[in-house]
């Protein structure tokens, strides 16, 4: 699976993306935060998150949405979010 982007002003470096050379780079570079989804799911049991190769259950869909709102905290998003 590609790696989802989001776009930030400021480069994050407190996440690290060593699992691939040059994402760091990439994402230090542009200010794009990457979220890495084969990360994700390997550091699960791939069959419990994977519908197939290219879709996820519920529960890895679950993962990727909260490093996404992880990721969304860290650049502030969520700080003016009235809930």
Do not use: F, W
């Not at 542009?30 to 190769?53: E, H």
């Amino acid at each position: 699976m590609a790696p989802i982007k989001l776009r930030s002003k400021r480069a994050s470096q407190r996440r690290r993306c060593d699992e691939q050379p040059g994402v760091e780079e990439v994402s230090e570079n542009s200010g794009i935060s990457i979220i890495n989804v084969d990360t994700i799911v390997a550091r699960q049991d791939a069959d419990a998150v994977k519908l197939d190769a290219v879709h996820l259950k519920p529960q890895g869909y679950s993962l990727v949405a909260e490093q996404v709102v992880r990721v969304l905290d860290d650049l502030g998003v969520l700080d003016t979010a009235t809930l």
